[in-house]
Nanobody, 117 residues
């Protein structure tokens, strides 16, 4: 069992930056693909980006060049640095952990990001 707790959401002006953090409890953190998803009201949750244990990342086209995912396997944390934020980035952001070679996956409770002047 893995528990994920996100932090760092809030209100930011267009063009600004926010850093989201996700702390994971449980064992074998390095065996999990960690991801950040986003969801707007009434829409499906969609991938923002993910990162494997070695640090290789993958991003949705909508955030490439603006968002950066990093992880610290020793501290069981994954971060999402969001720069050049746009009003369209206003979503609830969820941390996700998916254990490799299995169907096991876990979600955090979500953190709201609002981009507005």
């Amino acid at each position: 069992q893995v528990q994920l707790v996100e932090s760092g959401g809030g209100l930011v002006q267009p063009g600004g930056s926010l850093r989201l953090s996700c702390a994971a409890s449980g064992r074998d953190f390095s065996l999990y693909l960690m991801g950040w998803y986003r969801q707007a009201p009434g829409k499906q949750r969609e991938l923002g980006g993910n990162i494997i244990s070695s640090g290789i990342t993958n991003y949705a086209d909508s955030v490439k060049g603006r968002f950066t995912i990093s992880r610290d396997n020793a501290k069981n944390t994954v971060n999402l640095q969001m720069n050049s934020l746009k009003p369209g980035d206003k979503d609830v952001y969820y941390c996700n952990a998916r254990r490799i070679l299995t169907t096991l996956k876990y979600w955090g409770q979500g953190t709201q990001v609002t981009v507005s002047s």
